[in-house]
C-alpha cells in the first residue's frame, strides 16, 4: 500500500523560532497533499491543502503567514511553522490521496512542542 | 458544509463483547464515508470506506459498518472485540464533488475502552 512518511516525529522548539515539517509520498505521486492538526484527545482539523505547483489553500481561521505550506514536487510537501508560539504546540499530521478512489494516506503525524 | 457527528466520546466495553460506534453525517450529496483507527503513538489507520454499492461495507481487524442514506449514518460495529482493539475511532467524510481534491472532515473521535 502506499506510504506517507513524516519527519522529525516530533520536535521542540523555542517561542520565536520557526520549524519545518516534511510530509512525503514514499511510493506514489501526490499533487496534492492535506495538512491536519490535532490537539491533544481532540479530533484532527484540515488546515491547508498543499497543491504541487501552485499555492496551499488554506482554512478559513489558519494564518497562511504564520503556516507556510510548500509543495516542491510530486513527492514533498512542507510545513513550516514561523515564530512558533506555545499555542502552536500540537500534532501536526500531513495525508496525500491516491488513486481515483479517494482514500487518503496518512503520515504518522509530527509531535511540535514550542517552550 | 458537510460535518460528521459522533455522538459518543467515550464507549466502554468488554472484551469478547459486542460493539457499535455510531456516526452521522451531514452533507447535500452521496458523501465517500471512511472510519479510521487511531492507537496511542500511532498514526491513522484505515479501517474500512464506503463509496458507492453494496451498503455494509467489510473492512479489516474483523470490522464492518452499514451506511445508511435515510439515517444519514454510518456506524461501525463489530461481533467480538479483543482487547486491542482499545483506541481512538474517528469517522470521516470527504466531497464526492471535489474530485480527490479536499481534505477530509473528521467526527471528533470515540474512544474505545475495552474491560477484561
Known amino acids: 500500500g502506499a506510504v506517507v512518511s513524516q519527519h522529525p516525529s516530533w520536535v521542540i522548539c523555542k517561542s520565536g523560532t520557526s520549524v519545518k515539517i516534511e510530509c512525503r509520498s514514499l511510493d506514489f505521486q501526490a499533487t496534492t497533499m492535506f495538512w491536519y492538526r490535532q490537539f491533544p484527545k481532540q479530533s484532527l482539523m484540515l488546515m491547508a491543502t498543499?497543491?504541487?505547483?501552485?499555492?496551499?489553500?488554506?482554512e478559513q481561521g489558519v494564518e497562511k503567514d504564520k503556516f507556510l505550506i510548500n509543495h516542491a514536487s510530486l513527492t514533498l510537501s512542507t510545513l513550516t511553522v514561523t515564530s512558533a508560539h506555545p499555542e502552536d504546540s500540537s500534532f501536526y499530521i500531513c495525508?496525500?490521496?491516491?488513486?481515483?478512489?479517494?482514500?487518503?494516506?496518512f503520515g504518522p503525524g509530527t509531535r511540535l512542542t514550542v517552550t | 458544509a458537510q460535518s460528521v457527528t459522533q455522538p459518543d466520546i467515550h464507549i466502554t466495553v468488554s472484551e469478547g463483547a459486542s460493539l457499535e460506534l455510531r456516526c452521522n453525517y451531514s452533507y447535500g450529496a452521496t458523501p465517500y464515508l471512511f472510519w479510521y483507527v487511531q492507537s496511542p503513538g500511532q498514526g491513522l489507520q484505515l479501517l474500512l470506506k464506503?463509496?458507492?454499492?453494496?451498503?455494509l461495507v467489510q473492512g479489516i481487524k474483523g470490522f464492518e459498518a452499514e451506511f445508511k442514506r435515510s439515517q444519514s449514518s454510518f456506524n461501525l460495529r463489530k461481533p467480538s472485540v479483543h482487547w486491542s482493539d482499545a483506541a481512538e475511532y474517528f469517522c470521516a467524510v470527504v466531497s464526492l464533488l471535489g474530485g480527490g481534491a479536499d481534505g477530509l472532515t473528521f467526527g471528533k473521535g470515540t474512544h474505545l475502552i475495552i474491560q477484561p
Open positions: 498543499s497543491n504541487e505547483g501552485s499555492k496551499a489553500t488554506y
Open positions: 495525508s496525500a490521496p491516491q488513486g481515483v478512489s479517494y482514500e487518503q494516506y
Open positions: 464506503y463509496f458507492s454499492g453494496d451498503t
